[in-house]
């Protein structure tokens, strides 16, 4: 079973003015779906501590999945897809590139997202913007490839092909 960590970076939630529907729905969808929830914070937008617990999750926890929710708009305290650029050592160009297009198709808000996806080691982090919706539809289009994702990491030596040739 695959082990995650689900980090929300808000500033609200962080100070209790907003109960955080977001990180606790990530939770609940991974859950369902097979992960193993293996821890979930809460932090402000603020780029060292979110690096500080990416590198920690990553590096001593070997967490295989961290999903972040939260600060990749465009206001001056969104920081974190700098934050997350300075941890991951390759960037998944591809699976930020399908939230947005995806996200695309239900709001032209969805450009506004900054959110990038990565690597470091063998976990997989991947920001996901801060509401609700924007995490629902994250999730659509995350779910169907992150198990092959985390298995490719792993060295899974598997043909990726989609059935016999
Ligand atoms: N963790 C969350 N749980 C529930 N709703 C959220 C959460 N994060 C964001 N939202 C909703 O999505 C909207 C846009 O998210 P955004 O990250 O811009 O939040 P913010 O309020 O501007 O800043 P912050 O959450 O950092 O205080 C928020 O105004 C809020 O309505
Ligand atoms: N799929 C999807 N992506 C989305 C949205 C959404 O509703 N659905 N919200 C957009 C909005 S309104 C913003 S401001 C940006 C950044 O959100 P964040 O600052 O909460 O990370 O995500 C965008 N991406």
């Known amino acids: 079973m695959y082990k995650v960590g689900i980090l929300t970076v808000s500033d609200k939630c962080s100070q209790g003015e907003r109960k955080d529907r977001s990180g606790k729905l990530i939770c609940q969808t991974l859950a369902e779906n097979g992960y193993e929830i293996y821890t979930y914070k809460i932090v402000p937008d603020e780029e060292e501590i979110i690096i500080q617990h990416l590198i920690k999750w990553s590096d001593e926890l070997h967490l295989d999945l961290i999903v972040t929710t939260g600060g990749t ?67 659509e289009v995350l779910l169907p490839i992150l198990s092959h994702a985390l298995a490719k990491l792993k060295g899974d030596p598997t043909e990726c092909g989609e059935g016999p040739a």
Do not use: C, F, W
């Open 73 to 139: 708009g465009l206001s001056p305290r969104d920081v974190t897809p700098e934050a997350t650029l300075k941890v991951v050592k390759k960037e998944v160009h591809g699976i930020a590139e399908a939230l947005r297009l995806e996200g695309l198709k239900k709001t032209p808000h969805a450009m506004l997202s900054r959110g990038i996806a990565g690597t470091r080691g063998e976990t997989l982090i991947i920001n996901l913007p801060g509401s609700p919706k924007a995490v629902k539809e994250g999730l």
